[in-house]
């Protein structure tokens, strides 16, 4: 079996409530097609939920490489320094490659197999950049579900 894991973000700076990277959804979606497509069985994120310094981590502040603090990006974002008052509920805010894992999550069911799928609209055979950014194709995946639908998952640009 080939599983995909590990995956993760570089830590967004902070912009979590609003003002979030398209690339970091644009590059989750390229890279679960890219392993898919290759014959991955299945694609498991590296982290689901941390906190707003991309914690935890395993190194200490003092181990980090430069200015640059240690931590990730997660498909959700919980701030940890407040509370809401009246209902002491933190704040947890879904990254937009949590909106990216989830199409593909419910389109592409457990009992699903890959079944090929020609792009004729893919100009370079790779369907973009390493780190997702369009050159003018579109990346497809195409998946037969255990009740013998079809399901299509399409990205890119025209």
């Known amino acids: 079996m080939l599983l995909a894991t590990e995956a993760t973000e570089v830590n967004d700076l902070g ?6 990277s398209w690339e970091h ?3 989750y979606g390229h890279v679960i097609l ?5 014959w991955a069985q299945g694609w ?3 982290n689901i939920l941390l906190d707003m310094r991309g914690g935890p981590t395993h190194p200490a ?3 980090c490489e430069g200015l640059i603090e240690c931590g990730d990006d997660a498909m959700m974002i919980a701030n940890t320094t407040f509370r809401d008052p009246s209902t002491g509920v933190t704040a947890v805010y879904p990254q937009i490659f949590y909106w990216y894992m989830g199409h593909f ?6 009992g699903s197999s890959r079944v090929g799928l020609a792009n004729p609209l893919d100009k370079t055979g790779n369907g973009g950049d390493p780190k ?3 050159d003018g194709s579109l990346e497809g995946l195409a998946a037969l579900t255990p009740d013998g639908k079809v399901r299509n998952i399409v990205k890119g640009m025209l």
């Open 15 to 20: 912009h979590y409530a609003r003002n979030q």
């Open 25 to 27: 959804g644009e590059h």
């Open 34 to 38: 890219g392993d898919l497509n290759h």
């Open 44 to 46: 498991i994120d590296w």
């Open 61 to 63: 502040p003092g181990e």
């Open 105 to 110: 999550s419910r389109f592409i069911i457990p």
């Open 132 to 134: 997702g950014n369009a």
